[in-house]
Every structure is written in structure tokens, then in C-alpha cells.
């Protein structure tokens, strides 16, 4: 089945100690996208790339990079990790051009010691 | 900048009663209306809503947007304690991606 895979699911890392998710997708669609939520809020977009081409939000702190290197690998990476970036990370993706749903992968619960 | 209000924000019931859960939204260049269910994990897709007054409808869900007004309602009939999540309201812009409200926490008592 078509879909999207993240991993790893649980992943605990500490203080300052850079880490890196990544999420895959079977879909073939070209937009990625990476979510931080944390426990009681909803999912807030961190950037995404359609195709090649990255957006950053603008409140996305410079501590999280993200790279893609081909159409079906996305991966997050957190350079020094604090305690408040402790959160569940959510990997989507969406057909560019398209009305907007995207698909979730399973999610990375991130805990930082 | 785009905006997703979601009511109540949380809701206690019991099983087979009927639960209508609001989303308003504020978003330039609209596209489209979806609602998610998310459990303890990542949210799974229940309907996308692009026309005004056409009722979408799976099972006992059911949704529809009026895009006059600026809002959507998702109807859950007979609940069931399965039905207990949190239900995301999300809308798609002319950005591209999702902004989405905060969520209503439904949970559904035996």
C-alpha cells in the first residue's frame, strides 16, 4: 500500500545532541512537508518542499534544517536539541497543484533529556 | 494571515448521542476545508470540503462547509466510544499548506 513511513517512532536524544528524523513516502507526490506538535495544540508547519524548492516558515527557529534528496526522502534535522523541542514530529505529503489534503506518516515522538 | 477557529474545544457525551463539532476560518485565497480524526498518533484524513452546500458523508460522519459564511460543521451520529479523539479542522490557502485549528477533544462515554 501506498504511504508514509517516518522513523524512527520514538526517539530520545540529548540536550544539544543533534538528531535526525526522516520520513518516506510511496505516493509519488511532490510536496513534503515537516509538523512539530506538541502535546494538547495542533500540528504547526515547520517548512516544506515542493519539489526541490524549500519554504521555511517564518517562525521555524534556525535550529531545524531539513534536506531532500530525491522525491521520496525528507528528513528533519535538529542541530542542538533543547528541552521545549520535545514534541510529537509529523511528516506529510500532498500532490502540488492539488486542493490541499495531505497524508500523515505515523509520527516521531522526539524526548529530550 | 490564515486562521482556523474550532468550538467547542472539548466535549464529554454518551455513546449514541449526536455531537456537531464548528470550524471557522479566515483564509486567503481558499481551497479547501478538511477535517482530520487523530488519535495517540498522526491524524487520518476524513473529508475535504471545496463547494459550498454539498454534504459529505461516510458512515455516521458527515460534513459541510458554507463558504458564504466562512465555516464547516462535522456531524457524528450513534457515537460510539471509538468516536473519542481529537477532531482537526484544517484549511488550504493559496500558500499551499495547511493551517490548522486547534481541535476539539471529543470523548464519548459508555
Known amino acids: 500500500d501506498a504511504m508514509v513511513i517516518q522513523n524512527p517512532r520514538y526517539q530520545v536524544t540529548q540536550f544539544g545532541k543533534p538528531v535526525t528524523l526522516s520520513c518516506s513516502q510511496t505516493l509519488n507526490h511532490n510536496v513534503m512537508y515537516w509538523y512539530q506538535q506538541k502535546s494538547s495544540q495542533a500540528p504547526k508547519l515547520l517548512f516544506h518542499?515542493?519539489?526541490?524548492?524549500?519554504?521555511n516558515e517564518a517562525d521555524t527557529p534556525d535550529n531545524f534544517q531539513s534536506r531532500r534528496p530525491n522525491t521520496s526522502f525528507c528528513f528533519l534535522d535538529i542541530r542542538s536539541p533543547g528541552l521545549g523541542d520535545a514534541a510529537m514530529y509529523l511528516c506529510a505529503t500532498s500532490r502540488g497543484g492539488g486542493p490541499g489534503e495531505q497524508y500523515f506518516g505515523p509520527g516521531t515522538r522526539l524526548t529530550v533529556t | 494571515e490564515d486562521k482556523v477557529v474550532q468550538s467547542p474545544l472539548s466535549l464529554v457525551v454518551h455513546e449514541g448521542d449526536t455531537v456537531t463539532l464548528n470550524c471557522s476560518y479566515e483564509v486567503t485565497n481558499f481551497r479547501s476545508l478538511l477535517w482530520y480524526k487523530q488519535e495517540k498518533k498522526a491524524p487520518t484524513f476524513l473529508f475535504m470540503l471545496?463547494?459550498?452546500?454539498i454534504e459529505k458523508k461516510s458512515g455516521r460522519l458527515s460534513s459541510i462547509l458554507d463558504k458564504k459564511e466562512l465555516f464547516s460543521i462535522l456531524n457524528i451520529t450513534a457515537t460510539q466510544t471509538g468516536d473519542s479523539a481529537v477532531y482537526l479542522c484544517?484549511?488550504?490557502?493559496?500558500?499551499?499548506?495547511?493551517?490548522f485549528g486547534s481541535g476539539t477533544q471529543l470523548t464519548v462515554l459508555p
Open positions: 471545496t463547494s459550498s452546500g
Open positions: 484544517a484549511s488550504s490557502g493559496s500558500a499551499r499548506q495547511l493551517t
Open positions: 518542499y515542493y519539489d526541490k524548492d524549500f519554504n
